[in-house]
């Protein structure tokens, strides 16, 4: 348990040694949350600010806070002893500061148990901060008491017009970064800037009921549009690794931010970054994460040896667990992702558990761990903003949330590089960006949403020749004659080599690819008929004689305007883990 961290906003008077941190959290019953008070947990007669005569009279023996921070010091195996009247030192009493104190005696915690645990979690939910991390990560909870520690970055995330439509989902991007600054040669290079290693979309849903969280593999080739940090300019690259669109350049959050909703057209609220050092240290404040392996995994790189079977990790081995690839799977980041995935699940469970929420000692180190470790956009940078985020967020049920990856295939090009499966990532993007759950729940009926302009959902058109292109477009809508009409439609557009091809496959959403060197042609095509962004994709098959095929789905509406009827269901065989199973073990490397 550590002694005490004084914050930056805190009072000048630290915390003294052999007092508890959790000790001096104390229940304020005219606000029914717990408030920091510096007196509480002082040994009888110990005076604040010094010794006795050092400008404070010394508190009579007995005057004791209660350690009531969820659940008392009866929580932590101690007795829980009231305030003392001026000389009386009763058990039971008022503090002087207002805070109620919890009765004493062995009965009386018997018989105060249940109402205790309900004021706890009361308590929990409307005092601490539910926040995923990213690959490294898991969930925590943070203390007012820690505002001082949490950093923020303001992100310049473009033009309203530039951006996807805004509603009332909650996006939260978690970004896990590789960051090696500080931390010495032990993993890697030394003093590293530090890239997107893990990313995660969190989705929460409209009426809270669901979430998806939607892994993002650092190998997948996107577009990294142009983005600002600071005062800096700095230029997009047309095709790159995603994990670059962090670090590299000087990118900032803000530029992952951009990244993110050019490639999936889901609009982010917020974002929050953690390193290395966080899944260390949150794994470790709450005793471990349980984690299963079903083979035994040897990881030289990682430095991961565990046998099958089910383990609890913390520190560095937990960070082990979630970096390891290279013995589990495939071999790759995609084999990677489901371990991270299983971790955070494990970490959220054991975040709501009894265990963690009435332990005093546990949600202290907790919420150290967490606030140290986080970066924030400034529109939560605050302890008051994460908890009334927090309050938002601990309304989903575990049940209920999904984790998935973003359907990927291996680049033709470069057999270590990923791209977008053509069809099925559009499909899973529409159904997030339209608040269609992966967790069959009830959905809530309610107004269709107003349809977004053009220039937020569909890609500014390049200046290209477009009496030169040609396209050929398919129909995998359903619906005859779409393809025709899409034809005719491009070219009264200019683009007149554009014509009907032979039906395609059914798709749930429509697709626009394109060969080697023909992007820009691809994207002026997808903007004409009012498609996203995310329709665009690179053709592993197509040659330059082929130009630019579309293929259209269930989604097309007609051209100029955005698609509208977004899939209900998810595409098959995508991969998922729901964050209550706890029957998920990772597999050896094939």
């Not at 590299?248 to 999936?264: A, I, M, N, S, Y």
């Not at 982010?268 to 050092?277: A, C, D, K, T, Y």
């Not at 986080?374 to 601990?394: E, F, H, P, Q, R």
């Amino acid at each position: 348990m550590n002694s005490g961290h004084r914050n930056r906003g805190d009072s000048a008077d630290s915390t003294p040694p052999g007092v508890d941190p959790a000790d001096q959290w104390v229940l304020d019953p005219a606000t029914g949350e717990f408030r920091l008070d510096l007196d509480a947990g002082r040994p009888a007669g110990a005076e604040r600010g010094g010794a006795v005569g050092g400008g404070g009279a010394a508190r009579p023996a007995g005057a004791r806070r209660s350690a009531a921070a969820g659940g008392g010091a009866a929580a932590r195996g101690g007795p829980a002893t009231g305030s003392a009247a001026a000389g009386g030192g009763e058990r039971g009493g008022a503090t002087a500061g207002g805070a109620t104190a919890v009765p004493g005696g062995r009965a009386a915690r018997r018989k105060g148990r249940s109402s205790r645990g309900r004021r706890v979690l009361k308590w929990t939910a409307g005092s601490l901060g539910l926040v995923l991390v990213a690959g490294c990560g898991g969930a925590y909870y943070v203390y007012q008491h820690f505002n001082g520690n949490i950093s923020s970055v303001k992100v310049q995330v473009g033009e309203e017009s530039e951006r996807p439509q805004a509603t009332d989902a909650l996006n939260i991007l978690v970004i896990g970064t590789d960051s090696r600054a500080g931390l010495g040669r032990e993993y890697g290079d030394e003093g590293s800037a530090g890239h997107a290693d893990t990313t995660l979309l969190f989705h929460i849903s409209k009426d809270r009921s669901n979430a998806t969280v939607l892994s993002i593999p650092r190998d997948l080739m996107v577009s990294v549009p142009d983005c600002k940090a600071g005062d800096r300019s700095i230029p997009g690259e047309a095709r790159a690794m995603f994990n670059t669109s962090l670090g590299q350049d000087g990118r900032d959050p803000g530029c992952t931010w951009k990244t993110v909703e050019k490639l999936t057209g889901v609009r982010i609220n917020h974002f929050m970054m953690v390193n290395f050092e966080a899944v260390k240290t949150l794994s470790t404040a709450v005793g471990g994460v349980e984690v299963c392996a079903s083979t035994d995994i040897d990881d030289p790189y990682s430095h991961l040896k565990m046998t099958a079977g089910r383990h609890v990790v913390q520190g560095e081995e937990a960070l082990a667990f979630v970096r390891t690839r290279h013995a589990v799977g495939l071999g790759g980041d995609l084999t990677r992702i489901p371990l991270q995935q299983q971790f955070i699940s494990s970490m959220i469970r054991k975040m709501k558990s009894s265990d963690t929420l009435t332990n005093p000692g546990k949600l202290w180190d907790l919420a150290d761990a967490a606030t140290k470790a986080l970066t924030v956009d400034d529109g939560i940078g605050s302890v008051n903003k994460l908890k009334d985020l927090a309050l938002d967020i601990s309304r989903v049920d575990t049940r209920n949330i999904t984790f998935t990856t973003v359907p990927v295939l291996d680049d033709p090009t470069d057999s270590n590089r990923l791209v977008l499966k053509p069809n099925d990532a559009q499909q899973l993007f529409a159904m997030i960006a339209a608040d269609r759950s992966l967790t069959d729940v009830p959905q809530q009926s309610a107004a269709p949403e107003p349809a977004a302009p053009a220039s937020s959902s569909a890609p500014a058109a390049p200046g290209v020749d477009a009496a030169g292109v040609k396209v050929t477009v398919r129909n995998g809508s359903g619906t005859a004659g779409q393809a025709s009409k899409a034809a005719a439609a491009l070219q009264s557009k200019g683009f007149e080599l554009a014509v009907a091809g032979s039906n395609a496959d059914a798709a749930a959403s429509s697709a626009v690819s394109y060969p080697a060197g023909h992007e820009d042609e691809a994207r002026a095509v997808a903007a004409a008929l009012g498609l996203p962004e995310a329709a665009v994709q690179p053709g592993s098959r197509l040659g330059a004689k082929d130009g630019v095929v579309v293929v259209l789905g269930k989604d097309f509406t007609g051209a100029g305007g955005a698609a509208s009827a977004a899939p209900t269901e998810a595409p098959k065989d995508i991969q998922r883990v729901q964050a209550d199973d706890t029957n998920v073990c990772a597999a050896k490397a094939k």
